[in-house]
Nanobody
Framework: QVQLVESGGGLVQLGGSLTLSCVAI????????MGWYRQVPGKGRELVAG???????RYLDFVKGRFTISRDVVKNTVYLQMNSLKPEDTGVYYC??????????????WGRGTQVTVSP
């Protein structure tokens, strides 16, 4: 069983920065690509950044150049450095494997997430 614990969210102003962390407790890190997902009210979780086991990264277009994903395999931790934040970045951020193991609609497959709110 895998437990995912996200942290680091908060309320920031336009242009501010945050660093999110996610500790994975369990075997999810074993060779798995990892990603940060964002959810806004009324919508499903959307993958915004991903990193493979060899460190290759990919980003959704609207975060390219502003967000940086990284991972520490020894610490079983994935990070998301968020710079130049915009109100459109607001949402609950989750980490998980890519793809999600099991049914991604099952909330039991996810951690609690961390809320990011960017004020204008």
């Amino acid at each position: 069983q895998v437990q995912l614990v996200e942290s680091g969210g908060g309320l920031v102003q336009l242009g501010g920065s945050l660093t999110l962390s996610c500790v994975a407790i369990g075997d999810i890190f074993n060779g798995a690509a990892m990603g940060w997902y964002r959810q806004v009210p009324g919508k499903g979780r959307e993958l915004v950044a991903g990193i493979t086991n060899d460190g290759t990264t990919r980003y959704l277009d609207f975060v390219k150049g502003r967000f940086t994903i990284s991972r520490d395999v020894v610490k079983n931790t994935v990070y998301l450095q968020m710079n130049s934040l915009k109100p459109e970045d607001t949402g609950v951020y989750y980490c998980n494997s890519i793809p999600v193991i099991g049914d991604p609609r099952d909330d039991a497959r996810w951690g609690r997430g961390t809320q990011v709110t960017v004020s204008p």
